[in-house]
């Protein structure tokens, strides 16, 4: 389990071809070893998500969790959570993150919610959540 506190967490859906690209390209680029990673499927997001008020079932949303178990937790949410996770990359990740952020939030999570609606058919989905490499296993939260 992760520290209270401690890093941001990436809820994703483990099965889905999109979400797990994301996580390579996050753990590519994520220099300060800063992200952690939970597939919505898990007790872990469910309990997270039920902190909220949310359900864990609904795939089509990326989370990131901040100040985990503190009682500032905070749930950034589809569009708000990719531009949180761009500002934190790097420079021109950060750049591309404010730029994001210009737009307005109903058109960023529009657009959220086309790709969100095709990711499957696009990117493909797996039958099970795939594991990480054994270097960045310990990143990755209540996983079988």
Known sequence: ?????????ILYDGVCGLCNRLNQFVLKRDKRDLFRFAPLQSKL??????????????LDTIYLVQNFKQTNEKLLSRSDAIVYVLSQLGTVWRIAGYLFRLLPQVARNWQYALVARNRYRTFGKTEYCPLPSAKDRDKFLDIA
């Not at 997001?45 to 008020?53: D, T």
């Open 1 to 9: 389990m992760p520290a209270e506190g401690g890093n941001p967490i």
């Open 45 to 58: 997001a469910a309990a997270i998500l039920a902190r909220h008020g949310l359900r864990a079932g609904d």
